[in-house]
């Protein structure tokens, strides 16, 4: 790993709710490289909690500690609404479950694209034109002409997903925070939306936060873990190394792994223990 982008130390983020207060994040470290880390856990567990914190879009509900919390030369903890306006989409951004819900659903896909680089240069029509062509081309879309003036709902969860990231690309960001990316498209367009998202840390050296709840993805897709369990990370593990995984949630969590050639009558359930938490 080279060049830290992110590092966060002791991170905690609290939600004060009707019910009470809830403990998101405990104590989460981590640093992020030029590299694909991946953040897995069961549903709950805080891992959403910690990418939206990076980029300071939690509600108002929320109290974040930490020790550290720095995205480059840029204290996350101490920079307020401006400085963060300045990151948010440009030197960070972060990537959605659901294409859908991100793109315009009445304006063509290849305007959206157009609108994203107008927002970031001056240029001519035609030349814009150009530049959302050639960002369609980097997403592997094919026929990128025929695909620009088509609307939302014309096209498929794959190929929203990889405008999306056209879009993102556009102002050259330094960490993209991906959000189970690839959970609402089935299997077939999901490793193009990996491939893609491959060649963006290999081509422009940038640092993925890639978070999931499919360990089996991760596994083969990232470089590093980060385990996460009730606002913990339980295990920080090389994702080659996870079959040497020390800790028993992420043995559980591996042994409950669907397995197509050794089929079993009962399916494993997951048998929590207090102590983890204080692994
Ligand atoms: N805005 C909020 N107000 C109160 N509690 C919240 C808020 N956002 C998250 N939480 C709570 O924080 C904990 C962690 O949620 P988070 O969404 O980060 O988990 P997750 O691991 O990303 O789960 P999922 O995979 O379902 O998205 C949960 O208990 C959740 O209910």
């Known amino acids: 790993m080279t060049d830290t982008k992110l590092e966060v130390e002791d991170l905690s983020v609290r939600f004060a709710t009707r019910d009470g207060l809830v403990d998101a994040v405990r104590g989460v470290s981590f640093t992020l490289g030029r590299e ?12 959403s909690t910690v990418g939206r914190t990076l980029l300071k879009l939690h509600p108002a509900s929320a109290r974040i500690d930490a020790r550290v919390l720095r995205f480059g030369d840029t204290d996350l903890l101490r920079a307020g609404e401006k400085a963060m306006h300045a990151i948010r989409g440009r030197r960070m951004s972060m990537i959605m479950q659901d294409p859908k819900y991100s793109l315009n659903p009445v304006m063509r896909v290849g305007d959206q694209i157009a609108e994203a680089v107008l927002a970031h240069q001056r240029l001519p029509r035609a ?6 062509i050639a960002m369609l081309e980097k997403v592997r879309i094919r026929e990128p002409q025929r695909v620009y003036d088509r609307y939302p709902h014309e096209i498929s969860g794959g190929m929203g997903q990889r405008i999306m990231i056209a879009m993102m690309l556009i102002p050259n960001p330094q960490v993209v925070i991906a959000d189970e990316p690839t959970s609402a498209l089935d299997v077939s367009v999901r490793s193009q939306v990996l491939s893609v998202l491959d ?10 936060l890639f978070i ?68």
């Not at 880390?37 to 805080?46: D, F, K, N, P, T």
Request: glycine content about 8%; hydrophobic content about 45%.
């Open 199 to 208: 060649d963006l840390v290999d081509e422009r050296g940038l640092g993925l």
């Open 212 to 279: 999931s709840h499919d360990l089996n993805l991760v596994r083969s897709f990232c470089d590093r873990v980060l385990v996460m369990y009730a606002g913990r990370v339980v295990e920080s593990i090389a994702a080659a190394d996870l079959d040497r995984a020390q800790h028993p949630y992420t043995r559980s969590l591996l042994a409950a792994l669907p397995d197509i050639d050794h089929r079993r009558a009962v399916l494993p359930v997951l048998q929590r223990d207090p102590g983890w938490l204080t692994h």
């Open 127 to 132: 030349q814009v034109r150009e530049m959302a």
């Open 36 to 47: 694909k880390l991946a953040i897995v856990g069961e549903s709950g567990s805080g891992k």
